[in-house]
């Protein structure tokens, strides 16, 4: 057994794992330090915001537990923006896609009320996941045909999808009862996802830990793992292989796309019981971070979640403490993403 | 529909196209050399936000047009650091100066949320009507801009770069030098478009105040072919869009303003999407991937 073990820890992944660890670790911390010199140019305090943000976090069990709320849309829009670009496609649409999945799963809260929580949650779930994947079907169709490249194509639907739920709560879905401020009725009981130990933690944390596991043996057990890590290594040849390349860009834009979609509807469905114009304060942006500083892998993606929900907090800490906006956190999560990619040094293969 | 509708949403397109016109060729003249700059968004941003922060503190609004061309460059030259530097991935470095423009930008911005400045005053140069300078300028730096990419050595040189930067390096040229000169370049034309937004269009700052324009104008690239003059008529193009929204909103019509904001975004894609179908050939051919050196 022990020669087992030593062999195991030699293998190339462990050895990754060991020097990675430390590695992120060092990153985080010198993005905090430039962050730090940032907000005191500013004429801020970092040093009383990051003490807040530990004691708020590691404080007691609520804060701790709101750290896994924040986290729980992360791990499904960053899984949302790693399963494509394992065919080397770039889905920067988890916003939009999370607000589309927000928006058809609130459809059917709304039309169908009556229906017990063991069916109205599935299909809520199903609908968000359709709404999510409606947006992002449709890069992946221009991308699939060569008209648009799909960067682009997310980006620009993350701008509308947004007005269309402001749309709908301003319009006809708008509640009665809350006339000054625009959102719609709130959910009925059945509709909304349970949560646990007297805290915000839902069943979303479980999709998010399901969608990670399931794309992490996907990835490396299955043919579909292999063929997309083909295709993501060089699309001509594989189509010359025989694997249908187009198909697989359609398919798996589309499944990205409800996996945030699906976020969406965690967030209206647990979090905020209604559909509201501010639903999310960029976390499918902060997905797509979270994916590309895990380097795709769904250790990785876990750890790097985290990291981003306790980044998020000191952006929250920030915001009531110090008056200093939330979207400054973009700062913070930017100077992380410059250090890693200024890290990779030249190299002519060009990977 | 009456003149003076018609002549609102002409100089109200004109006013709008403008900001977009001058980002546009900050992208143009960055692709050109090969080089795709996703954060043109971000540094809009930071252009709105230092200029109407240095109007603020100096009373001036051509000192904020300034500072919001120097931002802008100080923000593009960190993209050409990592990227021409360090060999990082444009698409991914470009996203990065995205989340930075975003949330620098409101750090500049906070302390003048709500405050008013006396934005560029309105010169009327001509019978056309009163335009701040930046929007008499705009054409001419498109003009210029052709000439410098078509008519000279150094355009000449760049092109050679984003065709081909090996045989550019070959024939004596050094890539990396001219694509952090173009990234300069650029990022003084971004920041003066974000500059525009908050001087001479909407005259305050608010966060993500540009929403959308800088890959409005990243598609604007791809719809004038890499080439300036063709810039022109796109921005006036969503100009337009934009203009007619806002005078149709103006004037009370009875569509939902959730609907018509989506127009350009929209009409954005429906172009890529012809523009897909008809041709691809324009693109610089280098477009996106980095040079390592020769062996």
Redesign the interface.
Known sequence: MPRDLALALRSPAALAVQHRVPRAAAIALASLAIFAV??LA?GKDPFRAYRDTLLYVFGNAYGFSELLVRMTPLLLTAVAVALPARLGL?N?GGEGQLYMGAWLATAGALGCPDLPAWLLLPLMTAFGFAGGAIWALLPGL?RA????NE???T??????AP??V??FI??PWRSAESASYPQSPAFVEAARLPSFFGTRIHLGLIYGLACLALYGLVMSRTRWGLEMRAIGGNAEASLRLGIPVAGYVIAVMAIAGGIAGAAGMAEVSAIQGRLVAGLSPGYG?MG??VA?LAGGSAAGILAMAFLFALFSSVGDILQITQG??Y?????????M??IV????????S?A | MSTPFAAAVLSSSVLSGTSLLYATLGELVGERAGIVNLGLEGIMLIGAAAGFAATSFAGNPYLGIAAAALAGMAGNLLLGYVVIGRGANQLAAGLALLFFGFGASTLIGRPFMGAIVTGLPRLALSELGAFDLLVWLALPAALLLWCLIFRTRWGLALRAVGEDPAVAFAAGRRPGQLQYQALALGGLLGGIGGAHLSLALAMTWDEGMTAGRGFIAIALVIFAKWNPLWAVAGALVFGAAEALQLQLQARGADVSPFLMTMIPYLLTLTILVFWGWSRRSAAPAALGRNFFGVE
């Open positions: 940032l907000l500013a770039i920067v221009l045909a060569k008209l648009v960067t682009i194509s980006l620009l639907l993350n701008y509308v007005l269309i402001s749309f301003f319009g942006f797509f971070l590309w200093v906006p979207a400054v956190v973009n700062l913070l999560m930017a100077v993403l410059f990619l200024g890290q990779r040094r030249p190299s002519r060009g």
